[in-house]
């Protein structure tokens, strides 16, 4: 009883408050004993059709509206009509979907989600709310041009939520067991695509591919370098305060980024780099 508490506690860290977080406590244990499936909106007015309400990402919007709080408030304050947006690590659509909104029907949102049953959500999602604009690309974003297919872990529904795939070899010692839900995927190289005019360069990029950041941004090290516009980046890093992660000191490397705290648009302290890093070339 006391771990399930603790971890009720700690999935409601994107509540931004007492009253959000105390009635997502009592409604965590509710809903999956309640629905099987479940039909929502979120607070930007987009529906979801939920093919399970165990993820933590479907609670969240189920109890909320939203999804991540400052990442949101950037994708807002970063995207206008006709943008275009890649969503690496899409998931049911959440992003996507916001993205969608913003840069209207001129703009253009590529969301990709490797994992077929995700991916089949995320369409039904997309399709739920009417937007065009966005297409997904069912594949893997790889790092290397020849790797035309590849091994997605998947994890245990018991032990992780559903958008923690990832191309990264599970670690058995973390107790995290992905291998008996892993399944092939097509992979995607994004200078290939970019050069053969597949897909259109981006204003704002998101990268959550749980591990794999950093591969993916290395993909893109002439992109970066040669940037003809402002870009706006999210990356999901796991690092301890005191240590640089891999993926932030590539951006600054190729392309002049820095970190930046959305609430007062200045650069962050590296002692304040968390799990979602937010950065914009100058």
Same mark, same amino acid.
Request: glycine share 6%.
């Given at each position: 009883?006391?771990?399930?508490?603790?971890?009720?506690?700690?999935?409601?860290?994107?509540?931004?408050?007492?009253?959000?977080?105390?009635?997502?406590?009592?409604?965590?244990?509710?809903?999956?004993?309640?629905?099987?499936?479940?039909?929502?909106?979120?607070?930007?007015?987009?529906?979801?059709?939920?093919?399970?309400?165990?993820?933590?990402?479907?609670?969240?919007?189920?109890?909320?509206?939203?999804?991540?709080?400052?990442?949101?408030?950037?994708?807002?304050?970063?995207?206008?009509?006709?943008?275009?947006?890649?969503?690496?690590?899409?998931?049911?659509?959440?992003?996507?979907?916001?993205?969608?909104?913003?840069?209207?029907?001129?703009?253009?949102?590529?969301?990709?989600?490797?994992?077929?049953?995700?991916?089949?959500?995320?369409?039904?999602?997309?399709?739920?709310?009417?937007?065009?604009?966005?297409?997904?690309?069912?594949?893997?974003?790889?790092?290397?041009?020849?790797?035309?297919?590849?091994?997605?872990?998947?994890?245990?529904?018991?032990?992780?939520?559903?958008?923690?795939?990832?191309?990264?070899?599970?670690?058995?010692?973390?107790?995290?067991?992905?291998?008996?839900?892993?399944?092939?995927?097509?992979?995607?190289?994004?200078?290939?695509?970019?050069?053969?005019?597949?897909?259109?360069?981006?204003?704002?990029?998101?990268?959550?591919?749980?591990?794999?950041?950093?591969?993916?941004?290395?993909?893109?090290?002439?992109?970066?370098?040669?940037?003809?516009?402002?870009?706006?980046?999210?990356?999901?890093?796991?690092?301890?305060?005191? &240590?640089?992660?891999?993926?932030? &000191?590539?951006?600054?490397?190729?392309?002049?980024?820095?970190?930046?705290?959305?609430?007062?648009?200045?650069?962050?302290?590296?002692?304040?780099?968390?799990?979602?890093?937010?950065?914009?070339?100058?």
């Amino acid at each position: 009883m006391l771990k399930r508490l603790i971890r009720t506690l700690d999935d409601s860290v994107h509540c931004r408050t007492l009253s959000e977080k105390l009635k997502y406590v009592v409604l965590r244990s509710l809903i999956p004993r309640l629905y099987k499936s479940y039909r929502t909106t979120d607070k930007h007015g987009h529906m979801y059709d939920m093919m399970t309400v165990t993820s933590v990402i479907e609670r969240h919007i189920i109890l909320t509206g939203v999804w991540e709080p400052h990442t949101t408030g950037w994708i807002e304050d970063s995207l206008s009509a006709g943008e275009v947006v890649w969503d690496i690590g899409a998931h049911i659509g959440y992003d996507s979907l916001l993205a969608g909104k913003l840069v209207g029907e001129t703009g253009k949102v590529i969301a990709f989600e490797p994992h077929p049953v995700i991916a089949a959500q995320l369409r039904n999602n997309i399709a739920l709310n009417g937007y065009k604009q966005i297409e997904v690309i069912e594949a893997c974003v790889v790092s290397e041009p020849d790797l035309k297919e590849v091994t997605l872990y998947f994890p245990d529904a018991k032990t992780l939520h559903s958008g923690m795939s990832s191309l990264v070899t599970p670690n058995s010692s973390e107790g995290n067991d992905r291998s008996a839900n892993d399944v092939r995927c097509l992979g995607v190289y994004l200078p290939e695509m970019l050069s053969e005019g597949k897909i259109p360069k981006p204003h704002l990029i998101k990268i959550d591919v749980e591990g794999f950041e950093a591969a993916v941004i290395r993909s893109l090290k002439e992109f970066f370098s040669n940037l003809d516009g402002p870009l706006s980046v999210i990356v999901e890093v796991r690092a301890k305060v005191d &240590a640089k992660p891999e993926p932030i &000191a590539l951006l600054e490397q190729f392309g002049n980024f820095k970190v930046i705290d959305r609430t007062t648009g200045q650069p962050k302290p590296e002692s304040s780099v968390e799990y979602d890093v937010l950065m914009r070339n100058h």
